[in-house]
């Protein structure tokens, strides 16, 4: 069986632009981050988590992100992040997006 330690999670979007039922004409435009798919300029992103789990192979690991507009800067976005193993505590972490380097 196999172990390893849990640093973080890979996030990546797809967005699928149906045009409106009246036009039979337009196709439907698919953007994707993913990394299964053709490479773009978006990229994925990782989510690092601020303090590591032991992980087994197989074991279970559930949550949410939330994606929200950030209160100060309206064009960026502000992530929470809700995860937890198996049945054990839920963790919770806040990631600020941040271009100002």
């Given at each position: 069986m196999g172990r390893g330690v849990l640093?973080?999670?890979a996030v990546w979007f797809i967005v699928k632009f149906v045009p409106p039922s009246?036009?039979?004409e337009m196709e439907a435009i698919v953007l994707?981050?993913?990394p299964f798919d053709e490479p773009t300029?978006?990229?994925q992103s990782v989510l690092y988590i601020q303090q590591p789990?032991?992980?087994d192979?197989?074991?279970s690991i559930s949550?949410?992100?939330e994606i929200t507009?950030?209160?100060k800067y309206s064009r960026f976005l502000d992530v929470q992040l809700s995860y937890k193993v198996k049945d054990g505590p839920m963790f919770t972490h806040q990631y600020e997006m941040n271009d100002f380097a």
């Open positions: 640093h973080g999670f009246d036009d039979s994707t981050t993913s300029h978006w990229q789990v032991a992980v192979q197989d074991d949550g949410s992100i507009t950030n209160k």
